[in-house]
């Protein structure tokens, strides 16, 4: 479910910095890139590439990294030749260092990251399945939440606590979600799509098509 967790927050990270928009070009070259979206290795390290949006960071490329030792590496790139290239750590995040990478298209659907004084990563394109929904899950105070498919172990996560979650879901699953309050808050309700559901603070509940639930917390 970590592991999950992590995918979620890099492909996020690419969106939104695709959707930001630094000054930046996409070089001299004829050559255009065009691969973007989810790629991962033999060794469960995962990379993901979002188009450039309009704005300040127009003619970039948002890119993230995600590692299977758990590091996250995530910015904007710029096209040099037939090559991305740039620094993957910024002044936003809490990385040490530098995290200068180079990737380069490899065959039809690969490519290679190159790491300036470190390992190479040969990627391949992950296949995404059809999403028929999403589903968001949220918090309204001061509390934690957890879930997982029905049939799982569903726990809270203690070293990195979830607050928010949202999941494409690519066929109609049933879910365990619970809540749990912080110390000093109570757990009021579920609401669903805006709408009270449930009092209980675990619930299990199908997933078809786009919905949110929101977990409410009131202070004691």
């Given at each position: 479910m970590k592991k999950l967790?992590?995918?979620?927050l890099a492909a996020v990270l690419a969106m939104g910095l695709a959707a930001c928009g630094g000054s930046g070009g996409n070089g001299s070259s004829d050559f255009e890139w065009t691969k973007t979206g989810t790629f991962t290795d033999?060794?469960?390290?995962?990379?993901?590439?979002?188009?450039p949006?309009?704005?300040?960071?127009?003619g970039q490329w948002a890119v993230s990294v995600l590692l299977a030792n758990g590091e996250v590496h995530g910015w904007f790139l710029e096209q040099k030749g037939e090559t991305l290239y740039g620094?993957?750590?910024s002044e936003y995040d809490?990385?040490?260092?530098?995290y200068i990478?180079?990737?380069?298209?490899?065959?039809?659907?690969?490519i290679v990251m190159e790491v300036e004084g470190g390992e190479t990563y040969h990627f391949t394109m992950q296949e995404t399945p059809d999403y028929i929904g999403l589903l968001k899950i949220n918090t309204e105070g001061v509390g934690t939440i957890a879930y997982g498919p029905e049939g799982t172990e569903v726990e809270f996560e203690e070293d990195f606590p979830t607050q928010s979650v949202a999941e494409n879901v690519a066929a109609p699953t049933t879910y365990v979600i619970k809540a749990k309050p912080e110390e000093g808050w109570k757990f009021v309700k579920w609401t669903k799509n805006g709408e009270?559901?449930?009092t209980e603070s675990e619930i299990t509940v199908e997933?078809?098509?786009?919905v949110e639930y929101i977990a409410v917390f009131d202070a004691e």
């Open positions: 967790m992590y995918i979620m033999e060794s469960d390290n995962y990379l993901i590439i979002a188009k949006g309009d704005g300040e960071h127009d620094n993957l750590n809490d990385n040490d260092g530098d990478v180079t990737l380069s298209e490899e065959g039809e659907d690969g009270d559901f449930s997933v078809s098509e786009d």
